[in-house]
């Protein structure tokens, strides 16, 4: 992701005060875990800056069209993501009482405002599209996926390997003779 680097001026000087930063990125694909996805429209973002006091608060939504691959099936899968950014940046590293810097162990959320008055928000906004990405993409929420025997893509058809080893598993079963009791006079296709 380019950096989204904003500069906190005059406008944030005072407590309270707030101002919108919205913007298009151009980055065109990111990768998660196993997953490739391509962003065919780029990512828009569109958050709201406010100095709360102590540092200044970054707070917003994220939204992406995202192209991928489904989990289940292979066939190309998109979603939506819009997810919600939230990021503290502090002015200063906070001290524990004794004056201390702070345990760097502890589990810390936020960052700090740069030395030159900036904030960067490429983090907070990658982390928005991050977590907003499915742990498993489907094409559909009932995607069949591939026969584990043939390959063919269930949602296509029924490939028919499924009836062959229930076939089978029926041939070594104690009831494999009931498959040939006529208990239909009248269909004459019946074995
Ligand atoms: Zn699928
Ligand atoms: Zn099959």
Sequence with gaps: M???????????????????????IAQDS???GEHEFSLPSGI???????????????????????????DRCLDPASFDVAGEVDEY??????????????????DVDFELVGE???????????????METPYVVLCREDCKGLCPTCGANLNEGDCG?????????????????LKDLDLDAGDGRRR
């Design 116 to 130: 030159d008055d900036t904030i960067d928000l490429t983090g907070a906004l990658q982390s928005a599209l991050i």
């Design 30 to 32: 990111y990768s998660l």
């Design 89 to 106: 940046y502090l002015f200063e590293e906070p001290t524990t009482e004794d004056g201390t810097a702070t345990d760097e162990d502890e």
């Design 2 to 24: 380019e950096p989204i680097v904003v500069t906190i001026d005059e406008r944030l000087a005072n407590p309270g005060d707030t101002v919108p930063v919205a913007g298009h």
């Design 44 to 70: 828009d973002y569109d958050v709201v800056l406010t100095n709360a006091g102590e540092g200044i608060l970054a707070s917003g939504i994220l939204k992406a069209h995202v192209d991928g691959t489904c």
């Design 161 to 177: 390997c499924a009836a062959k080893a229930a076939d089978a598993a029926m041939g070594e079963s104690p009831f494999a003779a």
